[in-house]
């Protein structure tokens, strides 16, 4: 160690492609399905993760390897700190928050 830095372990490499890879997530998924003789819908959190990630990164800052490990294939999506995008982004957070509100389905949740 030098400094009192941790020592780098390079993690964070092969962790980052194979958590954002629709391969990765597929096997996992239908291995996680078939031991609990069940669709385990709570996984598509991460699917719906990997699918918004794809769009919404660039070549100029870690666009999705949605292909890993097969392909290096990428797209270069708009990312989500362009100003306009990310106004968009919270605006559109804001109204799904207020409709959900003024529904009343939020009371529900915090009883
Ligand atoms: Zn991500």
Excluded at 36 to 44: I, K, T
Excluded at 80 to 92: E, K, N, R, V
């Amino acid at each position: 160690m030098r400094g009192g830095h941790l020592p780098h372990v390079g993690l964070g490499v092969p962790l980052y492609p194979a958590g954002h890879s629709l391969i990765v997530f597929l096997l996992v998924f239908g291995v996680t399905s078939l031991v609990a003789r069940r669709v385990v819908l709570e996984l598509l959190g991460w699917l719906s993760h990997i699918l918004i990630d794809i769009f919404t990164h660039s070549f100029r800052y870690y666009a999705t390897r949605f292909l890993w490990p097969v392909s290096d294939y990428r797209f270069n999506g708009i990312p989500w700190w362009t100003p306009w995008f990310w106004c968009c982004t919270y605006g559109a957070l804001a109204i799904v928050y207020f409709l959900l509100w003024r529904k009343g389905w939020l009371r529900a949740s915090i009883e």
